[in-house]
């Protein structure tokens, strides 16, 4: 998933177990990659709009990302793909699409435009699939599993960024999980204690680009316009039970913008949210306030407390 991960368990054989989660990890990165011709991912992108069989978790995964981007009026699409490659974030060789390329790409996008009948996916010619949005929430949830089922109550997860806990500390105190400051990326903005959650973070510091115009490019893309989320968001932080739902929803919300994530959270129980402007505010659901300890006491005076 092109990125490091660290998993720590406590309890009597906690190798055997991290092993077994290591394992899941590596066969969903061999299922999920879009780099990897041979995954299930890469199969569907060069199959032509011909049906293709895929493993169970794949089309779980889809199907998932399906209903979220219905869900969030499309903000969170796995369909951007031939976007994200132009604009280069999959190499590295990166340029500013003209208007006109992104409306071409554009045709190739929609996530209703995917079908999943059991085993069976089928996207349209043209259409490329990208799970970069969700693949590390939806392993971080797996591995979980794993580790719950060898008898593990005690883990933490750090899936480049994504992080998911197990139970509590084994001296039976909440997780601190550290929030990067997106305005100072070396920085730590706050900890928030959680217990069996699944805390992701989407931002635009994490990988971007910038132009010639001076402008700062990051690596999600609005599936209304085709460029570069460019909203006076700096990250949005989702803590909920479901990795993958938040790892979809982390995305979303970022695209979505301040506004729109502030109502979305309020309809939408389950789910604490984090907010980061660029202008250096911090808005947060009432739910994790009190769990959330700022490295600055003025910025948990200044917060906005939302729900
Ligand atoms: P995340 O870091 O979870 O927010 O996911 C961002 C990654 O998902 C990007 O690096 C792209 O590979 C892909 N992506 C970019 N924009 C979107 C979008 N609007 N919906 C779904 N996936 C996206
Ligand atoms: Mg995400």
């Given amino acids: 998933m092109d990125t490091y991960m660290k998993l720590t368990a406590y309890g009597d054989n906690p190798e055997a177990a991290l092993d077994m989660a290591e394992e899941k990890i590596t066969e969903l990165e061999e299922l999920f990659s879009v780099t990897l011709s041979t995954s299930d991912i890469g199969r569907l992108n060069s199959s032509m709009g011909v ?3 895929v493993d169970d978790q794949t089309s779980a995964l889809i199907s998932r990302s399906k209903i979220l981007s219905e869900k969030t009026d499309g903000a969170v699409d796995i369909t951007v793909y031939p976007l994200v490659r132009e604009w280069g974030f999959t190499t590295g060789n990166y340029s500013v699409l003209s208007s006109e390329r992104t409306e071409e790409l554009l045709k190739f996008t929609g996530s209703s435009y995917i079908s999943v009948s059991e085993n069976t996916v089928t996207i349209p010619e043209n259409f490329q699939l990208d799970l970069g949005s969700a693949a590390k929430g939806y392993a971080g949830e797996k591995a979980a599993e794993i580790l ?38 070396s920085e730590v903005i706050c900890t928030i204690s959680v217990r069996d959650k699944a805390v992701v973070t989407s931002g635009n510091y994490q990988r971007f680009f910038m132009g010639e115009d001076g402008r700062k490019y990051c690596h999600i893309i609005d599936p209304k316009t085709g460029r570069p989320v460019d909203n006076g968001l700096a990250s949005v932080t989702v803590i909920g039970s479901s990795g993958t739902d938040c790892d979809l929803l982390s995305t979303a919300l970022f695209v979505m913008g301040e506004e729109s994530a502030v109502e979305f959270i309020k ?34 005076n200044n917060a906005e407390v939302i729900v």
């Fill in 51 to 53: 049906p293709t069989e």
């Fill in 148 to 185: 719950k089922e060898a008898g593990i109550s005690s883990a933490i997860m750090n899936l480049g960024g994504n992080i998911q806990t197990v139970g509590e500390k084994p001296d039976g105190s909440p997780w601190k999980v550290a929030v990067t400051d997106p305005l100072s990326p």
């Fill in 267 to 300: 309809e939408n129980s389950g789910f604490d949210m984090l907010l980061i402007t660029e202008d250096g505010r911090v808005i947060i659901t009432g739910n994790i306030f009190n769990d959330t300890e700022f490295t600055e006491k003025e910025i948990k």
